[in-house]
């Protein structure tokens, strides 16, 4: 089996690393992830990792509490879930390294994009913790950025559902599911793929996402081989 991609930015959403807990981190569900991305790496794939950070504090969630401090926790949050991915990974016996957007030198590296490269030439997966760096800006920007810096093939929008719909499937069992989309489309439908700053920053770099679900792990692999049931943008 060969895959179709060489470099891939996977981006997973601090609540998936929760698993069933809905918060925290469930370890089993990390160890599941990160088998995937072993297979990933063990087929020739190149991958980088971004990791929202959902699963301990949501800024937007915050209340009254100004809105670059409460960012700023997101970000910490983030490096966190960074961390437990690494370790993870290493106990697969996979070389990883996490780097950061915020400069935290006793525990990871900082972010420069040749380093990242140089990594993932290596064989190692990159971990892209505390998003962009700057408040105002959510995960899936920073994962948009973090591709195109590093000229990714794609960005694999792992999500608890199986693609991008014109409505929530949650509320609308009418809900229509789409296969393939214009990154025009999304902005312009207003289609909750990614925030608009994210689907612009993909769109003037020509970066494709694929949106698939993660309830089932081995959907990574497959989606490394060109097979999915989600949606792919491009």
Request: charged share 10%; hydrophobic share 60%.
């Given at each position: 089996m060969k895959p179709v991609y060489k470099r891939v930015l996977l981006k997973l959403s601090g609540e998936v690393l929760a698993g069933e807990k809905g918060t925290g981190i469930d370890f089993e569900k990390v160890m599941d992830v990160c088998k995937r991305i072993k297979e990933s790496v063990d087929l020739g794939v190149q991958v980088a990792v971004v990791v929202g950070g959902g699963n301990f504090w949501r800024g937007r969630s915050s209340g009254n509490m100004d809105r670059t401090r409460a960012d700023?926790?997101?970000?910490?949050?983030?490096?966190?879930?960074?961390?437990?991915?690494?370790?993870?990974?290493?106990?697969?016996?996979?070389?990883?390294?996490?780097q950061t957007a915020i400069e935290m030198r006793q525990i990871a590296e900082t972010y420069i994009r040749n380093k990242a490269v140089r990594h993932l030439e290596k064989g190692r997966v990159v971990i892209f913790g505390c998003g962009t760096g700057n408040p105002f800006f959510s995960t899936d920007t920073a994962a948009a950025l973090r591709a195109a810096e590093i000229g990714a093939d794609v960005i694999f929008k792992a999500t608890n559902v199986d693609g991008v719909y014109d409505s929530d499937p949650n509320k609308n069992p009418n809900a229509k599911k789409f296969d393939t989309l214009s990154h025009i489309d999304v902005l312009t439908l207003g289609l909750n793929v990614m925030d608009s700053t994210a689907a612009s920053l993909c769109k003037d770099n020509g970066i494709k996402i694929l949106v698939f679900n993660l309830n089932d792990p081995d959907n990574i692999v497959r989606a490394m081989l060109g097979e999915h049931n989600g949606t792919l943008v491009q």
């Open positions: 700023h926790m997101g970000m910490l949050a983030t490096s966190i879930n960074a961390l437990a991915l690494a370790d993870a990974l290493e106990q697969l016996g996979v070389t990883a390294r996490v």
